[in-house]
């Protein structure tokens, strides 16, 4: 069965819980606010890359991050993705304090801290993934069978075929 696509999605703000008291409030995630945030986190890696390099052509010493290791990379680009998204959503909270305890007003300019915080950010991607992971367990996604038949999938179980009441065969006896 084909993807069945839903108009009529929610479009108002919503509280997200994150790790802790942790929560903020999101706007919907529109195409134009993931674009924005795609594009400012690209913005970001491109400054960095430059940043890095400038101080390579000028001698200096760089120590941090390895960006020529793919998993680096990876990382720090989904890092400046969750960190993006972070500014173009959310537009309040509740429940984060300072270093003292003090339960902070929210400031933008804080998101990237709150961010830094991995289960923090862990939750908030997980809660922006959501409905596509949504979507997936429900099977939407899956491809039928040639014909509504297991034409089209490999037989797994030539390898069980055995005379009944033989035994199956085990470590000692595989080849």
Do not use: Y
């Amino acid at each position: 069965m084909p993807e069945k696509i839903r108009l009529g999605l929610p479009r108002e703000p919503r509280w997200v819980a994150l790790a802790g008291t942790a929560r903020v409030l999101v706007r919907p995630a529109t195409t134009a606010l993931i674009s924005a945030a795609q594009h400012a986190a690209m913005a970001e890696a491109d400054a960095i890359r430059a940043g890095r390099q400038g101080l390579l052509d000028a001698g200096a010493a760089v120590d941090g991050f390895d960006l020529d290791d793919p998993h680096i990379v990876a990382g720090l680009a989904h890092d400046l993705m969750v960190r993006a998204l972070a500014r173009c959503l959310i537009t309040d909270w509740d429940g984060v304090f300072d270093a003292e305890g003090n339960a902070l007003a929210f400031d933008p300019k804080l998101l990237p801290q709150l961010m830094a915080i991995e289960d923090v950010a862990a939750a908030f991607w997980k809660h922006f993934l959501e409905p596509e992971r949504r979507r997936v367990l429900e099977g939407n996604a899956s491809a039928p069978s040639p014909n509504g038949t297991s034409a089209g999938a490999p037989d797994i179980a030539g390898a069980a075929n055995r005379p009944v009441g033989e035994p199956a065969p085990t470590s000692a006896t595989l080849p």
